[in-house]
């Protein structure tokens, strides 16, 4: 059965950019739709466009996800990540990786600026 995903994405942050180009190339089948939430013409946005910029979000058949869950939900749409996204299905597991994605939020801004001067230099 095919799951109707739909991923936002900071298209401005670096970081993000080049994440989400390493999914779009392993997203052989297309089942994800990737939405830049900083576009202008994002009319499908579901939060308030700051809040869904804070965390990752996915929607995944009209369920809205963020953190370590909309990461499993994008992952389990990847066969070669399914496993993981099947995984973190467990309560344990997806706590475990929402702990861990809560501890690269406090570093993110440190990384973006870090893969910004790698892509100026």
Do not use: K
């Amino acid at each position: 059965m095919m799951t109707n995903l739909i991923v936002w994405h900071d298209g401005s942050c670096p970081l993000c950019r080049r994440e989400i180009a390493l999914m779009r190339r392993l997203d052989r089948r297309g089942a994800i739709t990737f939405v830049d939430a900083t576009s202008a013409d994002d009319v499908s946005c579901p939060i308030d466009r700051a809040d869904l910029l804070s965390r990752f979000h996915a929607s995944e058949d009209g369920r809205l996800l963020s953190g370590a869950a909309a990461f499993a939900a994008m992952w389990r749409q990847i066969p070669v990540l399914r496993p993981l996204g099947l995984a973190a299905r467990a309560p344990l597991v997806l706590a475990m990786l929402e702990r861990g994605y809560v501890a690269f939020l406090r570093i993110r801004p440190r990384l973006q600026r870090l893969v910004a001067r790698e892509e100026t230099a």
